[in-house]
RNA sequence: CGGGACGUGGCGCAGCCUGGUAGCGCACCUGCAUGGGGCGCAGGUGGUCGCAGGUUCAAAUCCUGUCGUCCCGACCA
């Protein structure tokens, strides 16, 4: 490609929006501009290097027998309201309505119209193991995007969607995905992580979670400095908790007026956040409820939902509070109350705790569980925190920052269930297919690659996802030999297949170095004071290395970088 | 949804407090010059100051509303 005949329009400055690496440096390298608040134009440039992404991805569905299909993205309501999602799924899935008055969505994720699809097509076990997916455009109606391709309401997703037999059969295929992801991210030049985490409103039994380690992530993660335990912090089990040996003592009303918060309790009663108790009431399916935390914990609504194995959980509005608790926001606690308690694993070992007393501008303290109060569910419901041990081993947890690039559930028959999805077994039994979902995000993908390679003049793309491998340079057209030598080792690399950018504009070059440097193709080959004695430069934009070679070796150094790599 | 900030040429910003000629850098155009790190000189194009209303002799500037964008949090996943 000639530069001068190239659309990447490139900036010296970004806007002031961006706020991290790889949206500054994809909008200054042309790649990406912005339409409205998470909805992204592709460039050329931008486009070239997310069809990169896209086809490793291919590369390795392909290997382990995925097949590629293209799914619509507007999709039936109907469907939606068969398999429940339509109400649960809330503000995040836009809603439009035809001509017709008839209700639609765009898909967001398209578990739905491919369990539709395979229901009518698989008969028989003979017609599986099936393994689907595609790589489109997904839309959800993000509360906040930000940070540019990092999160957007407009996105590229590959999603891709297994249908087994039986469990064993899908656990098989969940192992064999779970690989053909690891070799996708390596072959991105990824530095990451997989972990157990969440599954949200996909569902499903469980998952892991593929993380870029970056500061820039919006997912903390946590791992063990000396096993293999690894998971994101929302599903992180904490299962180091002290008994305290103290005498119970009996229990005392304190005057604390106007303080309500930990904080302020703490300070006003000269105490550590670990002496006080949490008392926060929530709406359990419609019924009231009371969940005890430590002072110092936080509560983890996730952990909370699945142990009360509950449809909905919301916090109690103010109006509620104060019928339950007789008091004014911010003095709840569990001596007292008429409601079904649960509280945190930690809580079974503390004495002589503080806590609201149910009574505005009153704390109780020396409060004991048992004594004082019953607790119908004891559980794991708080986040971990550092200092934690590792629930696996008891060692010593690290907690980092990542990006949240894929992303693999075990479904099993949620879905097969909601949509009646079934086949005939080998006794001509009908059995629910059992499922498995895969994401990833592309373009997420693509900017976690570059937050990860990156320096303070520009990208640094590994050449596995490089738009272009080679960036041709010389120094001054109206030299006529350098004008003619680059032009001849335009034509004869491309003509041995190398993807090289051409820069033939009439600039300084000092434009064209910067330029290079922000778009961050990997080779450079420059021409310039060198030619005279028949010598071209050939620099490597992650290492700086540089070399003056003769003409006629340039070839078989090429051959050797991309033999050894451009580290 | 709560809190904060911003909206002035394509980009980055000043001007607003204290109302009175719309300004700077970059980019862009022309010419000259230059050719190893966003190079120099000279000249030039481009903005109803997000939008609507109000106050005023007069509004980028003050007031009200509205739209948009970004940040933090909540929510969602």
């Known amino acids: 490609m000639r530069f001068s005949k190239f659309f990447i329009p490139t900036l010296k400055e970004a806007p002031s929006e961006a706020e991290i690496t790889s949206h500054r440096l994809m909008l200054r390298a042309g790649m990406i501009r912005k339409l409205s608040s998470g909805i992204y134009s592709y460039l050329p440039l931008g486009l070239m290097a997310i069809r990169k992404v896209e086809n490793i991805i291919r590369e390795e569905m392909n290997r382990v027998g995925a097949q590629e299909v293209l799914l619509p993205l507007v999709q039936p309501a109907e469907l939606w309201k068969t398999s429940g999602r339509w109400h649960r799924y809330g503000k995040e899935l836009l809603r439009l309505k035809d001509r017709h008055n008839r209700e639609h969505c765009l898909g967001p994720t398209h578990e739905e119209v491919i369990t539709n699809l395979v229901r009518y097509e698989v008969r028989s076990y003979r017609d599986l193991p099936l393994n689907l997916y595609q790589i489109h455009t997904k839309f959800r109606d993000e509360i906040r995007p930000r940070f540019g391709l990092m999160r ?13 037999i039986d469990d064993e059969a899908a656990e098989e295929t969940y192992k064999i995905m779970y690989e053909a992801y690891e070799r996708i991210f390596d072959r991105c030049g990824l530095v990451f992580r997989v972990v157990e985490a969440e599954t949200g409103t996909i569902g499903g039994s469980f998952s892991h979670e593929f993380m870029a380690v970056s500061d820039v992530g919006e997912d903390t993660i946590v791992y063990c400095k000396n096993c293999s335990y690894a998971a994101n912090i929302e599903r992180a089990e904490v299962k180091n908790y002290s008994i305290s040996e103290e005498k119970q003592r009996p229990i005392k009303e304190v005057y604390t007026p106007g303080y309500k918060t930990v904080e302020e309790v703490t300070s006003f009663l000269n105490v550590g956040p670990e002496r006080i108790v949490k008392t926060i009431l929530y709406l359990s399916d419609g019924k009231p409820l009371a969940a005890l935390v430590r002072g110092d914990h936080e509560i983890n609504e996730s952990k909370l939902l699945r142990l009360l194995g509950c449809e909905s959980l919301n916090l109690a509005p103010p109006d509620v509070i104060k019928e339950i608790t007789g008091a004014d926001v911010g003095f709840a606690g569990p001596v007292g109350i008429n409601i079904k308690i649960v509280a945190d694993n930690a809580i079974k070992g503390m004495r002589n705790f503080i806590s609201g007393a149910n009574r505005t501008d009153y704390h109780f303290m020396n409060i004991n569980p048992g004594r004082d109060f019953k607790v119908e569910i004891f559980g794991d419901i708080r986040f971990i925190k550092e200092g934690d041990l590792c629930p696996k081993c008891g060692g010593e947890l690290e907690f980092k920052r990542g990006i949240e690039v894929g992303h693999v559930f075990k479904l099993g028959t949620k879905y097969s269930k909601a949509l009646r999805a079934t086949y005939l077994d080998k006794r001509g039994k009908e059995q629910y297919i059992v499922m498995g979902c895969y994401g990833i995000g592309v373009g997420r993908t693509l900017a976690a690659i570059i937050e990860q390679n990156h320096d303070e003049h520009g990208i640094i793309f590994p050449l596995s996802v490089a738009p272009f491998s080679i960036y041709l340079l010389p120094i001054d057209l109206k030299d006529p030999e350098i004008l003619n030598t680059a032009e001849k080792i335009y034509k004869k690399l491309r003509e041995r297949g ?39 430069e050939i620099r490597l934009r992650r290492s700086g290395e540089t070399r003056i070679i003769p003409l006629n070796e340039l070839e078989l150094t090429l051959e050797k970088i991309f033999k050894y790599g451009t580290h």
Request: charged fraction near 35%.
């Open 152 to 164: 957007c309401r407009e996105f590229i997703m590959k999603d891709g969607y297994s249908f087994d």
């Open 498 to 536: 190398f993807d090289v950018l051409y820069d033939d504009r009439d600039v300084s070059p000092g434009i064209k170095f910067k330029d290079a440097d922000l778009i961050g193709i990997p080779i450079r080959i420059t021409l310039g004071r060198y030619l005279k004695e028949g010598k071209i």
